[in-house]
């Protein structure tokens, strides 16, 4: 979710929403990674004799100097005045608004003081951990080496780092002498050296032993674990399951369908969810009503009921209980390229009284996705790229049986009139969608025979999408 604009279809640093403000600043990203991050002590004095020393974050790419506010708690008073800013704050991931404090500190050095205006922001935080920290330390300290970042506060590897210095503050700090230590290459300040890069470097040399040798080569990188989780299913809720085929599809007017594959004990505890879905209806109704969007939004439900993706059902509300309900909100989008500007999502997870929900009760299938990481190798490796998408994916698989239909019903207000609604098809949010989909686009690819256009679909897409890149435009 965007902390900017509280909206799902983005993250913060690439919201649409950011424009161009007056004042600007860049700041640093890093990755907990096997390297050593370049810190240095520095100790900040609120104006009236009172220092708080602690660790910051070399990083010449950034304009200004900040601060976490959990160092301002420390001081028992703040002398000089906060304002209140708004930044527009640029890193290589992209752009955000930000509301930052701003605050002027007096940052000492061994051979001189200056005073700073400190960006000042709550939710910062820049510890990290590297495997093998602690014993590297360990092994400096012994062999008398100085070193400028305060390691008393180490923990299990983990380095507190609550402040960054910008260009703003480094121009005071002297001379940065680089000459070489052990097997790395280190900055020296007066108060110390600052350690950045590979850990091994510094360290001890390796014992015989290399299964305890605190940071020998691993079989994988963090960098490759770290990728891999990032772009796993089940980051977004889709754990695989020893399910991975259909008995039941069936072609008919050009349409697949399809039966569900369901969980039936776990099933028979799946709650109506009515009194929920009518609450939720209300509360998003009242809220698209003062944007202005209800209508637009109901357009969409009606737009679908001419295709027959969705049809009317007569419940009677002692009947409510018969049928299982689901919840559903707008996502708004605002993008010039995007085509569909809102479009509606189903809770399929909603679980109330301590029930299951119906994705808890779905089987989500296997992984049988193009690996993500490769389709994000081809942009650096060819020259075109062909992007395209499945028109209303999902929408297009239809459900075979009428107790599946029943188990997707939904509310919505025309008017005064309050009517239920019942998918016809899979839908965005039920756990099963992905792996549904992506079985049948290889099902119905598979019936054809092999040439270039069968092995790009059956290679180069994921989930909906299809990415193909090649050195040649008229291929």
């Not at 930000?98 to 939710?123: A, G, I, T, W, Y």
């Not at 990481?373 to 499945?390: G, P, T």
């Not at 028109?391 to 188990?407: C, G, Q, S, V, Y």
């Not at 005064?416 to 839908?427: H, Q």
Request: proline share 5%; hydrophobic share 40%; net charge negative.
């Amino acid at each position: 979710m965007c902390w900017l604009c509280n909206k799902k279809g983005h993250c913060r640093v690439l919201c649409p929403s950011v424009g161009g403000e007056s004042t600007a600043s860049n700041a640093c990203w890093h990755l907990n990674s096997s390297s050593l991050l370049p810190v240095v002590e520095v100790a900040v004095n609120n104006g009236s004799g009172e220092s708080v020393y602690f660790n910051c974050l070399i990083d010449t790419g950034s304009e200004r100097s900040y601060l976490s506010g959990k160092m301002l708690d420390a001081f028992s008073n703040i002398n000089t005045p906060m304002r209140d800013r708004k930044f527009l704050i640029k890193t290589f991931l992209g752009k955000e608004i930000k509301h930052l404090k701003e605050v002027n500190l007096q940052v000492r050095f061994p051979n001189s003081c200056h005073s700073v205006s400190f960006l000042v922001d709550d939710d910062m935080d820049l510890s990290f951990r590297v495997h093998g920290l602690n014993s590297v330390v360990e092994y400096l300290k012994k062999h008398q080496v100085k070193l400028a970042a305060n390691f008393l506060e180490l923990r299990d590897d983990t380095l507190p780092v609550y402040g960054l210095l910008g260009v703003d503050v480094l121009r005071f700090l002297g001379p940065m002498n680089l000459k070489e230590f052990r097997e790395g290459l280190v900055w020296e300040f007066p108060q110390g050296m600052v350690l950045f890069g590979d850990l091994a470097d510094f360290g001890s040399p390796p014992p015989k032993d290399q299964s305890v040798y605190p940071f020998s080569c691993f079989e994988e990188s963090t960098v490759e674990r770290t990728v891999e989780k990032m772009l796993s299913l089940e980051t977004i809720g889709i754990v695989e399951e020893e399910f991975s085929d259909f008995d039941s599809i069936r072609f008919i007017d050009n349409c697949y369908y399809v039966s569900l594959p369901w969980n039936e004990e776990k099933l028979k505890s799946v709650p109506a969810n009515h009194q929920v879905s009518l609450s939720v209806l209300n509360r998003v109704s009242k809220k698209l009503m003062e944007q202005g969007l209800y209508e637009d939004y109901c357009q969409v439900f009606l737009d679908q009921e001419k295709e027959g993706i969705i049809e009317r059902i007569v419940v009677t509300p002692s009947d409510f209980n018969k049928y299982v309900w689901i919840p559903h909100r707008p996502v708004i989008k605002q993008d010039l390229q995007c085509t569909t500007k809102i479009r509606p999502v189903f809770n399929c997870s909603l679980r109330t009284g301590g029930k299951p929900s119906l994705n808890d009760c779905a089987y989500s299938g296997v992984n049988m996705y193009t690996d993500m990481l490769d389709l994000l190798l081809r942009f650096r490796m060819d020259l075109y790229v062909l992007l395209a998408n499945i028109w209303k994916a999902f929408l297009m698989i239809r459900l075979n049986d009428e107790h599946d239909r029943n188990r997707f019903c939904f509310f919505l207000r025309l008017g005064d009139e309050l009517i239920c609604f019942r998918y016809n098809t899979l839908i965005f949010g039920f756990v099963s969608s992905p792996f549904i989909l992506s079985y049948m686009v290889r099902y119905h690819v598979e019936k054809y025979p092999p040439g270039p256009c069968r092995e790009m679909l059956l290679g180069h897409f994921y989930v909906d999408n299809l990415v193909k890149t090649h050195n040649s435009a008229e291929v």
